[in-house]
């Protein structure tokens, strides 16, 4: 496929940005980079002194993921020397620029007005449906080192059939698992028969959860809660993956003695490089969009 | 799980009905049946003799799929006597009773009236998730007979990402073929990959379609027009799911000696016992959300 | 991959063969052709006129499989004329030559003598492991069509992990079958455990073969006698792959009405292009073992 | 399936041996354990306070894996007080006992005499077979956790096709990664092609190995050599679980600056019990063996 090439002006971001600008270049678009102070880049990657010059060298100016942790500074790890205030960042972008970054929270889009073009990179689906990957395999990476046995003919239970299930249950079934996957509606246990799986409806889960050796939760919503947990079996382990403030009652899993383990942000923590693929990919599809 | 017994009568249908007559008496349900001449039932199925008399026996009525195919008379290939009359059969619900067929049309809905509760089978999303796994293997045992070379190691494209297609891809990729699948959103695109097949965008399809072996449509709209049928390798086979008039121009398809079938119904022609089971699924899953 | 060319000199054989020598042309090897009366090959396929030319033209002379069926006459169904002898045509073979055909008796070799090099093609593990695919997937669309049920869902019992088992139970578990493996020892017991079938040790089968959909034997010896189809399920098919005679009893099956096949030779039938490829495949590796 | 129940005597041992313990406890076998002080069991297991008073307890005894690291005391980690000596052991054997233990050295079995029955555990196939599991995972949670890609979609090579070589491609295929496997024989190759893996030829490595990311080696021969190691991705990573002294040339891969890691005992180490179940199913067969 023949491809269209663009200018980035990369400006923040953590590991998987280090990763984002060498997959960008690598396509051969020219990439403008500000907050990486001593990373090392292909030679044709163009480090810039200043936020100015940044910013006048390309329409498509990419921030980070998140867009900021205290809605007032740029979240730019990797960035020496003071701050980057959101404020100066988007008083110098203009009606040509299209500003693409994660987590744009209100207070950040109200600090930005509405003089740019603006996308948050985690809305877009086809962004979290590539990111079901590298979560899916974090949750089984914690899940084996965690665990005295092998996935592989195990019993896991996976609740949830979204994005992130339907990933986690065909990789389990991959590696031998014997796998549940446990959810609300009569058109989702069809679905999950059709692949393979044992469907288990959510009403009867403090009936049949005792028999999990690894359940996974994906379901943003309080699913283990005080009187499920007296079910589950002490040997095995609860990874949740839901969104904070996840889908398990910690407290009573400690006093219980249930092992419970919340992991968030898994494809930046265990596959930073393919976290940076996937940001390229939505980056891309995201300026294609734009020129057609 | 326990499970609630109930009664049904049963009028009219086809081979399937058969089986899910069979299928509702092994899992000790009531059945009681009208139209089904000369076929040996197991003896706890009673078989009546009179119309009237099945509609009194219980509250849940099913009828056959489709419900008519002139919409004047039910659908009952195995009744032999006169036909059953929609108007006999409707006059004799009251509104205590619930009727359930499949292509319940707005004529037939409207002879019906709206004194009893109607429930099209076919609009049910549980019963075409289950059907796409009949349809599935019936297209692929068709892919079979008609080529001489195996779906392992072959190239298959499956245009469409839909229930049907999903279950496709996934056999044909079990089978050991190399699976490409066809879709137009972005979205569907990561999904695909997601799976490990290769994704197609459809604006592509003429330049890509050349290379594969069997070529599988469950998109209904013409997808497959006479100027990308020019593309199509003259070796390969296109095999129709999506419904009348399909996804083909067949008469181009003959001119220029691509061989194209159009495969309609197949869960009862292929697998009647499966699509026996899976209208006992449905009809069970309806009576268990009514009671509740 | 470089590859080297060769030339070839096909004389007799089936459809089979009418994809090899396309195939062997299509990898830009030369190709002399002897046996095939009015079938349409590409231009640079040289259609000989006398069976003493065809010998003369190359070093790798290719017969039939099988390479005679009354061992006298070559196996040539697509010849027109007088039967080619097996005395002449080995008559006409020097030191330099190499002959290769299928299931070469004691008898054919006899009258060939030890003057050239002869190969069975049918000896060849490689072309053995190619065909147990063809294999599978005829075993697979003959159950399709025999039975109302799908492949999905149901219990298949596989008799025997050797390679047509493997393939099989490889195939059937893609299409989402429940698959059992029966074996003698504890070590095919292991690895049918590893690949995520059920194992069934072949002393349990009477106890065991009651609640089985599909059963495919491909162990040669009388597995399937009088006493244990009196434990198989009346609506179940055998489909027996296991060469003649089989290894069922079919005499007992036909009173006992369990329905059973004997099915031999697939890959000639259910995918004879298929079956080219891998002669083609298996012929190129002998030349290549003989040129190193 | 009925089972006998057996009487055995447990001696030294490290954590695998805990689970073996419990296993054949819940499984009712009655269980006599010397060498694990401090060491929480069951109530039905029982503690021996002396050698002598265990081996008197049973036919069966169980020695540790491997038997002695030092040809002279048993293998013990758990055991309080004077270490226990292999001769000390051995003389308390009679004729009736049978003793099961791994890595078994000509210098042990020298001590032991031959008066009792010996079994190497390590020799049995089947744990062997078992083995793989455990291996294979503990391989692929060590590349999860080294590199900062997904398996998924990442290209990988896995070099020999036996009992470990089967396992972890098809695992590895299972989390949707792009297998190729390294192979001698024509044999393997089509084997390698049937399961749907790339096949590659051992004499094309150099060629062909700069593309993987992830490179597992199970061959127990100097395979990733000096000379070959020069043409590995320095991004990539080789995972060696062949026997010591392993297949790479390690002093020659930290020159080059490729990551190497030789991956031992994986199955104690990342599944104690699921290796301990293992050798629970190991010890039975053997047992059952006996009887027969």
């Given at each position: 496929?023949?491809?269209?090439q663009?200018?980035?002006s990369?400006?923040?971001?953590?590991?998987?940005?280090?990763?984002?600008?060498?997959?960008?270049?690598?396509?051969?678009?020219?990439?403008?980079?500000?907050?990486f102070?001593?990373?090392?880049?292909?030679?044709?990657v163009?480090?810039c002194d200043?936020?100015?010059?940044?910013?006048?060298?390309?329409?498509?100016?990419?921030?980070?993921?998140?867009?900021?942790?205290?809605?007032?500074?740029?979240?730019?790890?990797?960035?020496?020397?003071s701050?980057?205030?959101?404020?100066?960042?988007f008083?110098?972008?203009?009606?040509?620029?299209v500003?693409m970054?994660?987590y744009?929270?209100?207070?950040?889009?109200?600090?930005a007005?509405?003089?740019?073009k603006?996308f948050?990179?985690?809305?877009r689906?086809?962004?979290?449906?590539?990111n079901?990957?590298?979560?899916?395999?974090?949750?089984?990476?914690?899940?084996?080192?965690?665990?005295p046995?092998?996935?592989?003919?195990?019993?896991?239970?996976?609740?949830?059939?979204g994005r992130c299930?339907?990933?986690?249950?065909?990789q389990?079934?991959?590696?031998?698992?014997?796998?549940s996957v446990?959810?609300?509606s009569?058109?989702?246990?069809?679905y999950?028969?059709?692949?393979?799986?044992?469907?288990l409806?959510?009403?009867?889960?403090?009936?049949?959860?005792?028999?999990f050796?690894f359940?996974?939760?994906t379901i943003?919503?309080?699913?283990?809660?005080?009187?499920?947990?007296?079910y589950?079996?002490?040997?095995?382990?609860?990874?949740?993956?839901?969104?904070k403030?996840?889908?398990?009652?910690?407290?009573?899993?400690?006093?219980q003695?249930?092992k419970?383990?919340?992991?968030?942000?898994?494809p930046?923590k265990?596959?930073?490089?393919?976290?940076?693929?996937i940001i390229?990919e939505?980056?891309?599809?995201?300026?294609?969009?734009?020129?057609?």
């Open positions: 496929m023949e491809e269209k663009f200018a980035f990369v400006i923040g971001g953590d590991a998987r940005y280090i990763e984002l600008i060498q997959f960008l270049q690598a396509q051969s678009h020219q990439v403008y980079v500000y907050g102070s001593n990373i090392d880049f292909p030679d044709s163009i480090l200043r936020l100015e010059e940044t910013i006048q060298k390309s329409t498509f100016i990419i921030g980070p993921i998140p867009c900021s942790q205290d809605n007032y500074t740029l979240f730019a790890p990797y960035h020496q020397g701050p980057i205030l959101l404020k100066d960042l008083e110098s972008l203009s009606k040509y620029h500003f970054a994660g744009i929270t209100p207070k950040v889009r109200e600090i007005g509405d003089s740019f603006i948050d990179l985690l809305q689906e086809e962004l979290a449906i590539y079901a990957i590298p979560t899916s395999e974090g949750a089984i990476q914690i899940a084996m080192e965690q665990q046995i092998t996935i592989h003919s195990s019993k896991c239970l996976v609740l949830g059939f299930g339907k990933v986690l249950a065909h389990l079934q991959g590696l031998g698992a014997c796998v446990g959810v609300r009569v058109k989702d246990i069809a999950i028969s059709t692949y393979g799986y044992q469907p409806f959510l009403k009867d889960l403090k009936k049949e959860i005792h028999q050796d359940i996974f939760n943003p919503s309080l699913i283990l809660d005080q009187s499920t947990l007296l589950v079996n002490k040997g095995s382990i609860i990874i949740d993956l839901a969104s403030p996840g889908g398990v009652d910690y407290e009573a899993a400690e006093k003695g249930v419970a383990l919340l992991c968030l942000g898994l930046g265990v596959a930073p490089k393919t976290a940076g693929w390229k939505t980056v891309l599809t995201i300026c294609s969009e734009m020129r057609e």
